[in-house]
Nanobody, 118 residues
Framework: QVQLVESGGGLVQAGGSLRLSCAAS????????MGWFRQAAGKERDFVAS????????NYAGSVKGRFTISRDNTENTVYLQMNSLKPEDTAVYYC???????????WGQGTQVTVSS
């Protein structure tokens, strides 16, 4: 089992920046990937970005590529999402997730709200 706790959400004006953090605990040594997802009000949860825990390889949704950066600190078992040039359409609850192998993410955080005002 892996426990995930997100932090860093808040209210920001369009064009601004925020950095989200996700601290992992438990059986983190077997993690394959950690990722960020988001869910806007009335919409389904969407993939934002992911990072391979061992290699550091990353993937991004097209809507955030070039604006968001995912990174990790293996020693602190923490993954970050640096969000720049934020837009009102980035407003959502952001969730951190992890998995032990390719397939569905098995573990989820409680989510943190990001609101971007125009």
């Amino acid at each position: 089992q892996v426990q995930l706790v997100e932090s860093g959400g808040g209210l920001v004006q369009a064009g601004g920046s925020l950095r989200l953090s996700c601290a992992a605990s438990g059986r983190t040594g077997s993690m394959y990937t950690m990722g960020w997802f988001r869910q806007a009000a009335g919409k389904e949860r969407d993939f934002v970005a992911s990072i391979n825990w061992s290699s550091g390889g990353t993937n991004y949704a097209g809507s955030v590529k070039g604006r968001f950066t995912i990174s990790r600190d293996n020693t602190e078992n923490t993954v970050y999402l640096q969000m720049n040039s934020l837009k009102p359409e980035d407003t959502a609850v952001y969730y951190c997730a992890s998995r032990y192998y390719v397939g569905e993410y098995q573990f989820w955080g409680q989510g943190t709200q990001v609101t971007v005002s125009s």
